[in-house]
C-alpha cells in the first residue's frame, strides 16, 4: 500500500460521523483532525506567557537554577479557552461540505457548546493531555 493510499484510508475516519441529541434535537458531529487539533491546542496556549532565566552568559540556564515563570492572565486565559471550544465546536459540526463558523456556536444557549464539545472530545478519542479545555468542559464522570 502506498503512503497516498494509507492517508486516504485514515482520513477517512473524519468522515465517520455520530448523531447526537442536545436539547431534544438530533445533531451530526464528527471527530477532529489531528491539524484542528494542532491549532486548537496553540489557541489555548495564548493565555500563557512562560519567562525563562538566561545566566550570565547569555545562555539559557537549567531549570533548577533558573527563574521560570509562568504569567497567566484570567481574562485572556478565560478567551483563548472559549475560542478553542468554540472552534472545536464548529469543527466538528461541520460535515459533508457545510462550514459552520465559530460566531455561530457563540450565539447558542448557554451550556450547550459545552455538551456538543464534551461529545466532540469521546469521539475524537481525546484526553486530557491533549487539551486544557478538556479539563475545564468535561462533565464529572
Do not use: C
Amino acid at each position: 500500500m502506498s503512503n497516498l493510499e494509507m492517508i486516504s484510508r485514515l482520513t477517512k475516519g473524519i468522515e465517520a460521523t455520530e448523531m447526537i441529541t442536545v436539547n431534544g434535537e438530533e445533531v451530526e458531529i464528527r471527530p477532529l483532525t489531528s491539524g484542528e487539533l494542532s491549532e486548537l491546542q496553540t489557541i489555548e496556549k495564548k493565555g500563557f506567557v512562560m519567562k525563562v532565566g538566561v545566566g550570565a552568559k547569555g545562555k539559557r540556564t537549567s531549570v533548577e537554577t533558573s527563574n521560570t515563570d509562568v504569567d497567566i492572565n484570567a481574562g485572556d486565559f478565560t478567551h483563548y479557552q472559549s475560542e478553542a471550544l468554540y472552534k472545536a465546536v464548529a469543527w466538528g459540526l461541520s460535515i459533508g461540505g457545510e462550514k459552520i463558523k465559530p460566531e455561530q456556536i457563540q450565539d447558542l444557549p448557554t451550556g450547550v457548546p459545552e455538551q456538543i464539545f464534551n461529545e466532540i472530545v469521546r469521539i475524537s478519542n481525546l484526553t486530557n493531555n491533549d487539551l486544557t479545555i478538556i479539563k475545564n468542559f468535561r462533565k464529572e464522570q
